[in-house]
């Protein structure tokens, strides 16, 4: 299963000035754009979300980095949001997520500042040459006896860690599946191993497992335990050329 990374670029350091300039938003106080571009205001938003990858692009394959301009007003919320250079095809995400971004109230407004916004696929690749690990898990869980669970919000920290640290550059990877037997209210109350990857992370992931707590979707809370599988993928990753 791929991953995405989204990453989102504090651009600290002054960036050279160049393609288009921003427009100016009906009402708002004008902006002038700076000659110089360090001379743009340096801070960071308080609130950040990011829009999907867009499929399309997804689907294409295209990855990089969108280049915005953004005028925050007094309230430190985002008036205007411009490309200036990346790939088309990401302009609008891009866009998309800067206009719902806050920033503390800014002391002299409005201000203009600058972000880089990259998009980027993970990569895979063999885990002696890897950079970094991945976990992932999905799906809705059911038991036989009707419960059905989500595995949302389950704490992966210490079997990522022991995963990067331990095994990864070794080239453990793949599929490993556990049954997991939780009550009603998603505490897991038995795990075993079905499907192995290595011994290491066979303990790792039991002593994981152990403290996790499930989602109930549906179900009588009344019910007694019941049995499902959890498969969870590890897979090793290369950072993209930038």
């Known amino acids: 299963m791929k991953l995405i990374i989204l990453l989102v670029m504090y651009s600290m350091s002054p960036l050279a000035a160049h393609g288009q300039a921003a427009t100016q938003p009906s009402g708002a106080s004008p902006i002038s754009e700076p000659s110089d571009a360090s001379r743009y205001a340096r801070v960071k938003p308080i609130f950040s979300p990011m829009v999907p990858y867009p499929e399309e692009a997804l ?65 895979e690749c063999p885990g002696p040459i890897s950079t970094r690990g991945g976990i992932t898990t999905g799906g809705y869980l059911e038991t036989a006896n009707g419960l059905k669970f989500s595995p949302e919000d389950l704490d992966f920290d210490y079997l990522l860690w022991y995963f990067n640290t331990k095994v990864r550059k070794t080239g453990v990877a793949g599929e490993m599946i556990l049954s997991i037997t939780a009550d009603a209210d998603g505490w897991v109350k038995k795990a075993r191993v079905v499907k192995s990857l290595s011994p290491g992370l066979d303990r790792a992931a039991i002593k994981s497992a152990r403290k996790w707590r499930f989602k109930l979707v549906k179900g009588n809370k009344n019910s007694s335990p019941g049995d499902f599988e959890l498969p969870i993928t590890f897979a090793a990753f290369c950072d993209p050329d930038r």
């Open 59 to 123: 689907k294409k394959g295209i990855e990089g980095t969108v280049l915005v301009t953004v005028d925050v007003d007094s309230k430190g919320l985002v008036t205007n949001v411009m490309p200036v250079s990346g790939p088309p095809e990401l302009f609008q995400a891009a866009i998309d997520s800067a206009k719902q971004w806050r920033f503390n109230p800014p002391e002299n407004p409005p201000i203009r500042v600058r972000y880089e916004i990259s998009y980027y696929h993970d990569h």
